[in-house]
C-alpha cells in the first residue's frame, strides 16, 4: 500500500464522527446556553428584589420623613394667621388633638416658646393621647393629662421637670436657624426609644425669636417594618447614617447598647449585615462617598452575597443609606439539580449517537463502494461496466444515473468521429465568406472617409469649441473649431494628449471622458480654464461617437458665470444686513454693534472696524467700538474725546455728509493735520461713512488697513454706507428705548409711593374713625343721658357718614393692596346659593325700602365651586348695591349664574331694570374715583371705588368683568369665572399652601 492510501479516510469513520460530533457540540452547547441562562435569570430575579425591597424601603422612609415638615408648617401657619395665641398654651389643646387626629403616624407634636413655655401632645403605641403643658400657671412645671377618645383632657396623671431648652430639637433648631432635622438621639422614655425629630424655629415680624415648633417619630415602628419584611430566603437589611451609626434593622435588635449609645453597622451582631457594612467600608473607604444607587456583590465563607446601597436624601438634611443584602445561594439550587440532569441527558445521547452513527455509515458506505470500483473500470476501458441498484433513495438514483452515463460515453465516443469528419468541410466554407467581408468593409472605410470631411465642414462653421478624441490613446484626432479661444492658431495640437494640452486638468476630463464611453450617453459639466491672465468658464457635452472616441462641444459660459457670481455676492450682502438687523432687535446695542463691526469687517478683509461717535456740541469725538483682526491691537483708548479741530478736514468732510476713501494715506498733502496723525497710528488706508439719522450727524463708521493697503470696492464703500444707516437707526432706537425705562422707573416708584401713601392714610384715619362710630353708639343707646328727636337724627347721620367713610377707606386699601400685590386669594370649596342669599341679604333693607324686588336662579348642577369667597361675596355686594342704587321704585334686581362645563366656565351675572349706562361712558365705567356723571354724583352718592374693585377682585380670580346696557331699560354685569371643581380646587389649595410654605422657608432663610 502507497503513502498517498495510508493517509485516505474511510467514509463510514467519517459519517460516525461527524455525527458523534454535532451531536455531542449541540447537546453541549444547549446544555451550557441553559445553565447560562438559568443563572442570568437568577441574577435578574436578584437584583428586581433588591431594587423592590430598597423601594418599599425608600417609600415607607418617605411616608416618615413627608409628615412632620407639613405639620411644624401648618402649626407655623397658624401661628402667622392668629389661629393659635403664643401666649395662651391652653388654647393648643383642642388645635393639636384635631392635628393628632389627621397624622397618626406622628409620635410628639409639641411647642416651645422662647420664655420656657411649653405644650406636647404625645400618641403612644397603643394609640391613646396625652397632652402635656408648661407655663406660669403650672409653676414652671409639666402637667400631664390623659386625654380621652373625644380630646377631652381626663385628671391630671403626673406632673415632672422638664426645660425644652436643654433637649437637642431645641438647641439644633436655633442653632440653624431655620426648618431643620435633627441627629437621632434618645427619647425620654422608658424602656429607652431612638427618635428624630424636626424642629422649625418661629420668629415674629421682627425678627424675634418666639420658639421653635417640633414633631417627632420614633424609630420603634420602622425596626418592626424591616424585621417583617421578606427578602428572599435568608436576606437581610438595614438603614444608617454617613457616619456609619444605625437608623434601623431587620434583626429587630435595639440600635441602642446597654449603656444607651449608638450602634455602629461594623459591630452589629449580625454576621451578615456587619460582613456587609465592612465591604461597603473598604469598597467605598467612607460611608459618605456613595452619591448613587450601587448593587454590588462579595464572598462571605466562600459563598456570593448580592447587595444593593440606595441613598436616601430629603431637602431639609436627612442623608442615609439604605442597604439590602441577599446570599445568591437562595436562589442558585435549581440550576445546580437542572445542571446535573442536562449532563446525564448529555451523556445518554452520546452514546445513543455513536450507536446509531456506526449502523447508518455502514449502510450508506455500501453502494458507494461498488460504485467507486465501477468508475475504475470505466477508465480502464469498459465502458459497458454495470452497477446494482442500491436500496437508498438517492443512492438509486445515482447507480441509475451512472450506468446511463457509461451508456452516454460510449454512444459519445461513436459520434466524436462522425463529427471531425464534418468539421474540415465547413473550415473550408467559412473561409471563403470572410474573403467577402473584407471587401465590404473597404468599401465602407470609403464612404467614411467622405462622410469625415462633411462632418468637419460643419464643425468649422459652428460657434462652439468641437475636438474629437481617441479615448484609447488620450490624443485629440480633430483640430478643435475657434482654436483662438484657446491657443495660438500655429501651434499644433494634433496627436497631442489630453495631459499635455489640458495640463493640470486633463485627470479630470478624462474620468468624464471614460464615463461616457461606460454609460454611451450624453455627459455635461462645467470647467474654467486660464487663458492669459483671464480665468474663462465652459460648458463642456461629451457624446460617445464611437467605442473608442468620442465628441467634445464647448460652450463659453464666463458672462454667465459674472452674472452668477454677482448675484451670489448680493445674496451674501443681503444676508449680512439681515443678520445685522436681526442683531439690533435681538441684542442689546453693545453686542449688536460689536457683531456689525466683526461683520463688516471681515466681510471685506479690512484690519480694523470702528465706530465714531459726536459729543452734543459736534466739539469732540470718541471710538465707542472697535473691532480687530486677531493678530492686531485695538486703538480705542487712543482716542477717546478727541477735539474735532485735530481732524479739520475730514470732519468738514463728514458733516457736510461726503464719504471719505483714502487708499494711501501718503495720498494726502504733506500739509493736512490728518496726515502726520494718520501715519503716527500706522495706517495705510482708511475709509469712513457718517452716520446720520433725522438729518443729524452722530459720527462715523470706518474701516483700516493696516497691514498693506487696500482699495475698498463700490460695493464695499455701499454696503457700509447701508450699515452705517442700520446702526444709526439702532442708536436711536435705543435712546428712545432708555428713556422709556427710566419714565417706566419713574412711573412704578410713583404708584407705589401712592400706595403706601394710602395705606398709611387708611390707618391713620381708620383709628380716629372707628373712636367716632363707638362713641356715636354709645350716645344713641343713650348712656350718657336721653336725647331729643332731633339730636337722635343728627347722631343717626354722623353713623351714616362715618359707615360711609369706613367703607371708604376699606375699599382704598383693597384698591391699594391689589395694586401692590400683596391681596392673595382665600380658595376654598363654597357654596353658590348660599353665597348668592347671602349677598342678596346685605342689600335687602334698601330694596325694601325702594320697594325693589330680590332673586337669585341657581341651577341645582351647579353646588360648589372653588372661589375666594370673602372676596367675591364683596364683588356682588358692590355691583347688587349700585344695582339697587339706580333701579327707580318698583323695580327688580336679580342674581343669575350659569356654568359651562365643557369650557370650565362659570358666570354670575347681576340684572337690573335701571336707569342704564350711555355708551359713550363705557370706557371709564371700571376706573377707580370716577363717576359718570355730575348730575349722578349728586343724586346717587358714591366713592368710583366700587367697580374698579370689583374688576380687579375678578382678575385676581383669573377671570373677566363686562356689562351690557341700555340706557332707560337696564344693565347686565357679567362676572366670568374659571369654574374649579371642589377637588381641583383642594388640589390647587395645596400647590398654594406649599407655595406660600416655600415662600415662608425662603423668607427665613
Known amino acids: 500500500m502507497t503513502n498517498d492510501q495510508s493517509r485516505k479516510v474511510p467514509l463510514h469513520l467519517i459519517l460516525v464522527v461527524s455525527c458523534v460530533l454535532q451531536i455531542l457540540g449541540s447537546v453541549g452547547l444547549t446544555g451550557w446556553l441553559a445553565w447560562k441562562n438559568g443563572q442570568q435569570a437568577v441574577n435578574d430575579l436578584a437584583e428586581q428584589l433588591l431594587s423592590k425591597t430598597s423601594q418599599q424601603i425608600q417609600d415607607k422612609l418617605e411616608i416618615y420623613t413627608e409628615v412632620p415638615p407639613l405639620v411644624t408648617q401648618l402649626n407655623a401657619t397658624s401661628l402667622e394667621l392668629g389661629q393659635l395665641d403664643l401666649n395662651n398654651s391652653q388654647s393648643w389643646q383642642s388645635y393639636l388633638f384635631k392635628q393628632s387626629q389627621l397624622f397618626t403616624g406622628v409620635t410628639y407634636i409639641y411647642f416651645g416658646s422662647a420664655g420656657g413655655e411649653y405644650v406636647e401632645l404625645r400618641r403612644f403605641n397603643n394609640g391613646k393621647l396625652e397632652y402635656s403643658i408648661k407655663n406660669t400657671n403650672t409653676n414652671q412645671l409639666v402637667d400631664i393629662y390623659p386625654l380621652d377618645p373625644q380630646g377631652n383632657l381626663s385628671p391630671r396623671s403626673k406632673t415632672q421637670k422638664y426645660n425644652p431648652h436643654n433637649r437637642p430639637w431645641y438647641q439644633d433648631a436655633i442653632k440653624a436657624g431655620k426648618p431643620i432635622w435633627t441627629s437621632i438621639y434618645e427619647f425620654i422614655d422608658a424602656p429607652p426609644t431612638l427618635g428624630i425629630s424636626f424642629t422649625r424655629p418661629y420668629y415674629d415680624q421682627a425678627g424675634t425669636l418666639q420658639g421653635v415648633l417640633g414633631t417627632d417619630f420614633t424609630l420603634l415602628e420602622f425596626n418592626q417594618f424591616l424585621s417583617n419584611l421578606k427578602i428572599g430566603k435568608s436576606g437581610k437589611t438595614f438603614v444608617i447614617e454617613r457616619t456609619g451609626e444605625l437608623v434601623a434593622s431587620s434583626a429587630n435588635t435595639s440600635p441602642i447598647t446597654q449603656d444607651n449609645q449608638r450602634i455602629e453597622a461594623l459591630k452589629l451582631d449580625d454576621t451578615l449585615m456587619q460582613a456587609t457594612a465592612l465591604n461597603l467600608t473598604e469598597r467605598f473607604e467612607d460611608f459618605s462617598r456613595i452619591d448613587q444607587t450601587q448593587q454590588l456583590h462579595f ?108 451508456t452516454q460515453l460510449w454512444r459519445s465516443h461513436q459520434q466524436l468521429e462522425n463529427y471531425s469528419q464534418s468539421l474540415e468541410e465547413q473550415v473550408s466554407i467559412r473561409t471563403q465568406e470572410l474573403q467577402q467581408e473584407i471587401e465590404e468593409r473597404q468599401l465602407l472605410e470609403q464612404k467614411l472617409h467622405t462622410s469625415e470631411a462633411q462632418i468637419r465642414a460643419f464643425f468649422e462653421a459652428m460657434t462652439d469649441i468641437v475636438l474629437l478624441v481617441d479615448a484609447e490613446s488620450q490624443t485629440i484626432k480633430a483640430a478643435p473649431t475657434h482654436p483662438e479661444r484657446l491657443y495660438s492658431p500655429d501651434a499644433d495640437i494634433l496627436n497631442q494628449t489630453i495631459d499635455q494640452f489640458l495640463g493640470e486638468q486633463g485627470e479630470i476630463f478624462q474620468s468624464q471622458i471614460q464615463q461616457a464611453l461606460d454609460t454611451q450617453q450624453i455627459v455635461n459639466f462645467e470647467y474654467s480654464l486660464t487663458i492669459g491672465t483671464e480665468q474663462v468658464w465652459f460648458a463642456a457635452s461629451i457624446a460617445p461617437a464611437s467605442d473608442n472616441s468620442v465628441a467634445w462641444v464647448a460652450r463659453d459660459l464666463s458672462k454667465r458665470k459674472q452674472a452668477e457670481e454677482s448675484l451670489k455676492r448680493r445674496a451674501i450682502i443681503d444676508s449680512l444686513l439681515s443678520e445685522i438687523s436681526r442683531a439690533f432687535i435681538d441684542q442689546n446695542i453693545d453686542a449688536a454693534i460689536n457683531l456689525t463691526l466683526q461683520v463688516i469687517g471681515e466681510f471685506t478683509h479690512s484690519d480694523c472696524s470702528y465706530l465714531i461717535a459726536y459729543s452734543e456740541d459736534q466739539q469732540y469725538m470718541t471710538i465707542t467700538h472697535e473691532w480687530c483682526a486677531a493678530d492686531l491691537a485695538a486703538s480705542t483708548h487712543h482716542q477717546q474725546r478727541v477735539a474735532i479741530k485735530a481732524y479739520p478736514w475730514l470732519d ?41 439719522h433725522s438729518g443729524k450727524i452722530l459720527g462715523a463708521i470706518g474701516l483700516n488697513a493696516v497691514r498693506s493697503p487696500k482699495t475698498w470696492s463700490p460695493e464695499e464703500i455701499n454696503l457700509l454706507k447701508l450699515v452705517g444707516e442700520i446702526i444709526a437707526i439702532g442708536l436711536a432706537r435705543h435712546q428712545a428705548e432708555v428713556a422709556q425705562q427710566q419714565a417706566t422707573a419713574a412711573a412704578m416708584a410713583a404708584n407705589q409711593a401712592k400706595s403706601k401713601f394710602l395705606a398709611n392714610m387708611n390707618h391713620e384715619l381708620r383709628t380716629p374713625l372707628t373712636a367716632i362710630l363707638g362713641l356715636t353708639e354709645v350716645l344713641q343707646d343713650e348712656v350718657y343721658g336721653s336725647l331729643s328727636s332731633k339730636q337722635h337724627q343728627k347722631l343717626t ?76 361675596r364683596q364683588v356682588l355686594i358692590n355691583l347688587l348695591s349700585n344695582a339697587v342704587k339706580f333701579t327707580p321704585e318698583g323695580g327688580a334686581v336679580w342674581v343669575e349664574v350659569h356654568g359651562e362645563p365643557e369650557k370650565d366656565l362659570l358666570q354670575f351675572s347681576v340684572v337690573d331694570t335701571g336707569i342704564g349706562i350711555a355708551s359713550e361712558q363705557l370706557d371709564k365705567l371700571f376706573e377707580p374715583f370716577v363717576q359718570l356723571d355730575n348730575s349722578l354724583s349728586r343724586r346717587y352718592p358714591g366713592t368710583g371705588l366700587g367697580l374698579a374693585l370689583v374688576r380687579q377682585v375678578v382678575e385676581l380670580h383669573g377671570g373677566s368683568v363686562r356689562v351690557e346696557t341700555e340706557v332707560g331699560r337696564g344693565s347686565r354685569f357679567i362676572v366670568s369665572l374659571p369654574w374649579k371643581r371642589e377637588r381641583q380646587g383642594i388640589q390647587e389649595e395645596k400647590w398654594e399652601q406649599t407655595r406660600q410654605r416655600e415662600h415662608s422657608v425662603c423668607s427665613s432663610s
Not at 338 to 356: D, E, P
Not at 684 to 689: G, K
Open 299 to 406: 464572598k462571605l465563607e466562600g459563598k456570593r452575597q448580592l447587595v444593593q446601597v440606595t441613598p436616601f436624601k430629603d431637602e431639609w438634611g436627612l442623608d442615609w443609606l439604605i442597604v439590602v443584602v441577599v446570599p445568591e445561594s437562595d436562589f442558585m439550587e435549581q440550576i445546580y439539580a437542572s445542571t446535573r440532569t442536562t449532563i446525564l441527558l448529555c451523556l445518554g445521547a452520546l452514546g445513543m449517537a455513536i450507536a446509531l452513527g456506526v449502523s447508518t455509515a455502514r449502510w450508506i458506505s455500501l453502494p458507494i463502494r461498488r460504485l467507486s470500483q465501477a468508475s475504475k473500470a470505466i477508465a480502464d476501458g469498459d465502458l459497458n461496466r454495470k452497477v446494482p441498484v442500491a436500496n437508498i433513495e438517492e443512492l438509486g438514483i445515482l447507480v441509475q444515473s451512472f450506468n446511463q452515463m457509461s
Open 652 to 692: 468738514e468732510q463728514l458733516k457736510s455728509g461726503k464719504i471719505v476713501h483714502i487708499p494711501q494715506i501718503t495720498d494726502l498733502p504733506p500739509a493736512t493735520a490728518e496726515r502726520a496723525k494718520l501715519q503716527y497710528q500706522s495706517l495705510q488706508s482708511m475709509v469712513n461713512v457718517p452716520t446720520i
Open 797 to 872: 347721620t354722623i353713623e351714616r357718614s362715618g359707615q360711609h367713610l369706613l367703607e371708604l377707606i376699606n375699599e382704598m386699601l383693597d384698591l391699594a393692596k391689589i395694586e401692590s400685590g400683596k391681596m392673595e386669594l382665600q380658595l376654598a370649596p363654597t357654596d353658590i346659593q348660599g353665597l348668592c342669599d347671602a349677598s342678596l341679604a346685605f342689600v335687602r333693607q334698601q330694596a325694601y325700602q325702594q320697594q325693589i324686588q330680590l332673586s337669585a336662579t341657581v341651577p341645582p348642577q351647579i353646588s360648589k365651586a372653588v372661589i375666594d369667597e370673602r372676596r367675591l
